[in-house]
């Protein structure tokens, strides 16, 4: 690329979004990718920020009985380690990610599996809304009650600006919010440690104190009540699981081995975000923390154990200003993951084929722009409050691992002669689904009314859209299969002909994508319209890099593979009928842009030329096809023309 002729546009797209990337570099999957540090920075803040909100929403749901905070503690912990366990075996099983998408669709069927990733993608829509505005509240709680208007503002200028620097690469976006991350580890590290063994000489104190409310509690509530409210405080807390996806979501991210990285990226997730959840509850019940107007528990929590502090209000500013950051970083999980899952469903034909598709950066740069506005009309349509917000969030989280664990507990049971630890896995997996499904059913109820209906409102209309998209996508695909049964093999008569390619001659160039009846329609289209005028054939096809290639090098080399195969077939029919023949292929992530450098230089070696595409044509073209067709040979006519090379489009009829 020569950067003296670029306009200036594309030298402040440059500037924004950094340099194009190259694709044929070898080391390109080793840049790009994370060591489980990184992936732990940006996969795990969504989860580890949950703290933040998830065990102060326990706590307050345990009203005056707060003696059971310290069982609270335990379960919370404990179902994070047994959520990230079953995901740990996800991540074995399904190493190329995916997550809740990939294993509700290969173990409970494609019905499971578009609910999966449709549920995910509005979680994650509402992951970025939710962690802006509550970031939003943290950083002007501590402004004047004046600049209150222009708090909206900020936030989409913080969507906005996580837009841009997604954009500019997972990688790049990570290292640039990983200080903020590291800041909150350290505060709460201390704020935890300290709350804790500073009251170790009055554990035999509190442990009395316990005994007594809960005896007390029996009294009052009686076994079932005590157990129902303590379900009902657990299942509230919900939030605090949000994020423990993300590692199985994200796993093409990972430096290879991928499965090694994942599973530790997985141990730090769980241990950080079972030890900061459960400490805030144990420290809530030892310092006797109780709601304050204007504060979160966690603003309290700090200020008691910094008390006695020489720098104690700073330290306790710094701890509540790490968590309202952290929040812009757990927002970063929405923009790495939803757009893969969007990526993930493209490639099964749930999404528009364009979800599929990478910048010149190399991401998934639809995927992030629809995230991006999405959770722009989410915090408009909220007008930024969090209350409005909190009640859509977390339902959709819980049924995609309800699913998960369903499909893994069916897998291992139907598998069990052929998993020799069937034994040791599936008692996990129906444990995570027994809690998921208590969270689950509790939430709804408890949010239904509240505003939690318009989730799972909006998440049916993302799978009626799926379905519709899906139903458009097999039509044209019947169509086009019909053409394979037709065409692909051709009888011919006469000898083969092996004589190259003369450059003196007319040459045909006819850009191809697999092997398929519609190529071949093309080129018997070419034979007939144009009789006895082409002496040559000259096949070309790009091996385009989308989502569903670019899961490592291997990947992108059978992809390189499969091109070559197909268009030594085009090669192989044209000289059975008699023609001289030839082909050419590139690699690149744009089709129009690869495919025209490639017809040009082709142009250049056979002057007597002109290119041929083939254009699927619908009998009412409206915009539901131009969005899900991206009517490529149109845009590669536009640049050959451009460049002065003929090209002709010949249409391929599908009656829809």
Same mark, same amino acid.
């Given at each position: 690329?020569?950067?003296?002729?670029?306009?200036?546009?594309?030298?402040?797209?440059?500037?924004?979004?950094?340099?194009?990337?190259?694709?044929?570099?070898?080391?390109?999957?080793?840049?790009?990718?994370?060591? /489980?540090?990184?992936?732990?920075?940006?996969?795990?803040?969504?989860?580890?920020?949950?703290?933040?909100?998830?065990?102060?929403?326990?706590?307050?749901?345990?009203?005056?009985?707060?003696?059971?905070?310290?069982?609270?503690?335990?379960?919370?912990?404990?179902?994070?380690?047994?959520?990230?366990?079953?995901?740990?075996?996800?991540?074995?099983?399904? /190493?190329?990610?995916?997550?809740?998408?990939? $294993?509700?669709?290969?173990?409970?069927?494609?019905?499971?599996?578009?609910?999966?990733?449709?549920?995910?993608?509005?979680?994650?829509?509402?992951?970025?809304?939710?962690?802006?505005?509550?970031?939003?509240?943290?950083?002007?709680?501590?402004?004047?009650?004046?600049?209150?208007?222009?708090?909206?503002?900020?936030?989409?200028?913080?969507?906005?600006?996580?837009?841009?620097?997604?954009?500019?690469?997972?990688?790049?976006?990570?290292?640039?919010?990983?200080?903020?991350?590291?800041?909150?580890? $350290?505060?709460?590290?201390?704020? %935890?440690?300290?709350?804790?063994?500073?009251?170790?000489?009055?554990?035999?104190?509190?442990?009395?104190?316990?005994?007594?409310?809960? @005896?007390?509690?029996?009294?009052?509530?009686?076994?079932?009540?005590?157990?129902?409210?303590?379900?009902?405080?657990?299942?509230?807390?919900?939030?605090?699981?949000?994020?423990?996806?993300?590692?199985?979501?994200?796993?093409?991210?990972?430096?290879?081995?991928?499965?090694?990285?994942?599973?530790?990226?997985?141990?730090?997730?769980?241990?950080?975000?079972?030890?900061?959840?459960?400490? %805030?509850?144990?420290?809530?019940?030892?310092?006797?923390?109780?709601?304050?107007?204007?504060?979160?528990?966690?603003?309290?929590?700090?200020?008691?154990?910094?008390?006695?502090?020489?720098?104690?209000?700073?330290?306790?500013?710094?701890?509540?200003?790490?968590?309202?950051?952290?929040?812009?970083?757990?927002?970063?999980?929405?923009?790495?993951?939803?757009?893969?899952?969007?990526?993930?469903?493209? $490639?099964?034909?749930?999404?528009?084929?364009?979800?599929?598709?990478?910048?010149?950066?190399?991401?998934?740069?639809?995927?992030?722009?629809?995230?991006?506005?999405?959770?722009?009309?989410?915090?408009?349509?909220?007008?930024?409050?969090?209350?409005?917000?909190?009640?859509?969030?977390?339902?959709?989280?819980?049924?995609?691992?309800?699913?998960?664990?369903?499909?893994?507990?069916?897998?291992? %049971?139907?598998?069990?002669?052929?998993?020799?630890?069937?034994?040791?896995?599936?008692?996990?997996?129906?444990?995570?689904?027994?809690?998921?499904?208590?969270?689950?059913?509790?939430?709804?109820?408890?949010?239904?009314?509240?505003?939690?209906?318009?989730?799972?409102?909006?998440?049916?209309?993302?799978?009626?859209?799926?379905?519709?998209?899906?139903?458009?996508?097999?039509?044209?695909?019947?169509?086009?299969?019909?053409?394979?049964?037709?065409?692909?093999?051709?009888?011919?008569?006469?000898?083969?002909?092996?004589?190259?390619?003369?450059?003196?001659?007319?040459?045909?160039?006819?850009?191809?994508?697999?092997?398929?009846?519609?190529?071949?329609?093309?080129?018997?289209?070419?034979?007939?319209?144009?009789?006895?005028?082409?002496?040559?054939?000259?096949?070309?096809?790009?091996?385009?890099?989308?989502?569903?290639?670019?899961?490592?090098?291997?990947?992108?080399?059978?992809?390189?593979?499969?091109?070559?195969?197909?268009?030594?077939?085009?090669?192989?029919?044209? @000289?059975?009928?008699?023609?001289?023949?030839?082909?050419?292929?590139?690699?690149?992530?744009?089709?129009?842009?690869?495919?025209?450098?490639?017809?040009?230089?082709?142009?250049?070696?056979?002057?007597?030329?002109?290119?041929?595409?083939?254009?699927?044509?619908?009998?009412?073209?409206?915009?539901?096809?131009?969005?899900?067709?991206?009517?490529?040979?149109?845009?590669?006519?536009?640049?050959?023309?451009?460049?002065?090379?003929?090209?002709?489009?010949?249409?391929?009829? %599908?009656?829809?």
């Amino acid at each position: 690329m020569n950067e003296e002729n670029d306009s200036f546009g594309d030298r402040i797209k440059r500037t924004l979004f950094g340099k194009p990337r190259n694709i044929k570099d070898p080391s390109i999957f080793h840049k790009l990718a994370l060591i /489980p540090i990184l992936a732990w920075i940006g996969l795990g803040a969504d989860g580890l920020s949950s703290a933040s909100y998830g065990p102060e929403e326990a706590f307050k749901a345990l009203g005056k009985h707060t003696y059971l905070a310290l069982a609270l503690a335990l379960a919370t912990a404990l179902t994070v380690f047994i959520i990230s366990y079953a995901y740990s075996r996800i991540i074995e099983y399904f /190493p190329s990610g995916g997550g809740g998408y990939i $294993v509700a669709t290969h173990t409970l069927g494609e019905k499971a599996g578009v609910l999966s990733g449709s549920a995910l993608l509005v979680d994650y829509m509402l992951t970025i809304t939710v962690s802006i505005v509550s970031c939003g509240d943290a950083i002007f709680s501590f402004f004047p009650m004046t600049w209150q208007p222009y708090k909206t503002a900020f936030e989409v200028g913080a969507i906005l600006f996580l837009v841009i620097i997604n954009l500019r690469g997972v990688k790049e976006s990570v290292t640039m919010l990983a200080p903020i991350f590291l800041i909150f580890i $350290v505060t709460h590290v201390l704020m %935890i440690g300290y709350g804790i063994f500073s009251h170790v000489g009055q554990v035999g104190a509190v442990a009395q104190q316990i005994q007594g409310d809960y @005896r007390a509690g029996l009294v009052s509530l009686g076994g079932w009540g005590m157990l129902l409210l303590f379900l009902r405080a657990f299942s509230m807390g919900g939030g605090t699981f949000t994020g423990i996806e993300a590692v199985s979501n994200g796993l093409q991210i990972l430096r290879e081995p991928r499965v090694h990285n994942g599973k530790r990226t997985m141990v730090y997730l769980a241990v950080s975000l079972a030890v900061t959840a459960g400490g %805030i509850l144990v420290c809530y019940l030892l310092l006797g923390v109780s709601p304050v107007a204007g504060k979160t528990l966690n603003a309290v929590l700090a200020g008691k154990v910094f008390a006695g502090w020489g720098i104690g209000s700073i330290l306790a500013l710094i701890t509540i200003l790490s968590e309202g950051a952290l929040l812009l970083v757990g927002a970063q999980t929405g923009f790495v993951d939803g757009p893969r899952v969007m990526g993930n469903m493209a $490639v099964d034909y749930w999404f528009p084929h364009r979800f599929a598709s990478l910048s010149s950066r190399l991401t998934m740069q639809n995927g992030v722009l629809l995230m991006g506005g999405s959770a722009i009309l989410l915090l408009i349509y909220s007008r930024g409050r969090i209350s409005t917000l909190v009640v859509m969030y977390s339902i959709n989280v819980f049924l995609t691992f309800s699913l998960s664990e369903l499909g893994m507990s069916r897998f291992f %049971i139907k598998n069990r002669r052929k998993e020799p630890h069937w034994k040791k896995h599936l008692p996990v997996h129906l444990t995570g689904l027994a809690l998921c499904l208590t969270i689950l059913i509790v939430t709804t109820l408890e949010k239904f009314t509240r505003g939690g209906w318009l989730t799972l409102v909006i998440t049916m209309v993302v799978v009626i859209l799926c379905y519709l998209i899906k139903g458009h996508y097999n039509k044209v695909r019947t169509g086009v299969r019909e053409l394979d049964d037709m065409l692909v093999a051709i009888p011919h008569k006469g000898g083969y002909n092996t004589d190259p390619a003369d450059a003196k001659d007319m040459t045909a160039i006819q850009l191809v994508s697999g092997y398929t009846g519609f190529g071949v329609h093309t080129f018997l289209s070419i034979i007939r319209g144009f009789p006895g005028l082409y002496k040559n054939f000259v096949f070309v096809s790009i091996s385009e890099v989308d989502a569903g290639a670019f899961k490592g090098s291997e990947a992108v080399s059978c992809l390189d593979g499969s091109t070559c195969d197909a268009l030594k077939k085009y090669v192989d029919l044209a @000289r059975r009928l008699g023609f001289p023949a030839e082909s050419r292929h590139d690699m690149g992530i744009d089709v129009v842009e690869t495919a025209s450098a490639l017809c040009q230089s082709v142009a250049r070696e056979f002057p007597k030329s002109t290119v041929f595409a083939g254009q699927t044509v619908f009998r009412r073209p409206g915009i539901i096809n131009r969005i899900l067709h991206n009517e490529t040979a149109f845009a590669i006519q536009q640049e050959l023309r451009w460049k002065g090379i003929t090209t002709v489009i010949l249409p391929i009829r %599908i009656n829809l």
